[in-house]
């Protein structure tokens, strides 16, 4: 319990980056009621009071984890699309990203700063090559004269070889060119895939892609 209630501080330079995580639910399963610090629930208030305490404790910048999303669904559902920008519009929250739905999902851009719905999966021995469309995001952060910071993003599109479970970029110019035509083919069509995705986000005019 009393781990349940300390706050994760990544620290670089002088930077405090506090990164809290939260879930909508936890696939039919129910957290124990005489355990309920087990894990965080996504509540709107509590990540809300949750953040606003890490930027009083010195936070710079508020990093939120989220495991919500339907599984296998490329564009978010109603929770993401609703509850996404109210939590990005707080002061005291910086950066969403998102998990769980296990395939890539679009970037939004919202007042500066960025929701990143879904990751999908990283490394995954998953057969349908939409799950193994993956996606690599750099977040860089500057610190601007008032104190605040300004964020950009780097999306590294990304596809397991289900042969091998070697990652490889899928974007042609960042490839290794020495590869079979087959594993070439799939590389070529799941950088088709995840542009189609990621350009129906609002970040996509925002992001640099490599």
Not at 41 to 54: C, H, R, Y
Not at 66 to 77: D, K, P, R, V
């Amino acid at each position: 319990p009393a781990e349940a209630r300390s706050q994760i501080w990544i620290e670089i330079g002088m930077v405090r980056i506090a990164h809290l995580a939260y879930s909508y639910g936890f696939n039919g399963f129910a957290v124990p009621s005489d355990a309920p610090w087990l894990a965080n629930i996504l509540d709107e208030s509590t990540v809300l009071a949750d953040a606003a305490e890490a930027r009083a404790d010195g936070a710079d910048f508020v990093v939120l984890s989220l495991h919500w999303g339907e599984q296998y669904a490329n564009q978010t559902n109603w929770q993401q699309r609703e509850l996404g920008p109210r939590l990005l519009a707080s002061q005291d929250i910086d950066l969403i990203v998102g998990h769980h739905a296990h395939v890539v999902q679009p970037i939004e851009h919202i007042d500066g700063e960025w929701i990143v719905h879904g990751l999908g999966n990283l490394l995954a021995n998953a057969t349908r090559p939409l799950q193994r469309d993956e996606l690599l995001v750099q977040v860089t952060i500057t610190e601007q004269p008032d104190g605040t910071f300004a964020s950009s993003v780097l999306a590294i599109p990304l596809f397991v070889d289900q042969r091998t479970l070697t990652v490889h970029p899928s974007n042609p110019s960042a490839r290794s060119q020495a590869l079979d035509l087959s594993l070439a083919s799939e590389l070529d069509e799941s950088w088709t895939r995840v542009r189609s995705v990621l350009e129906t986000g609002s970040g996509w005019d925002d992001i640099e892609l490599g």
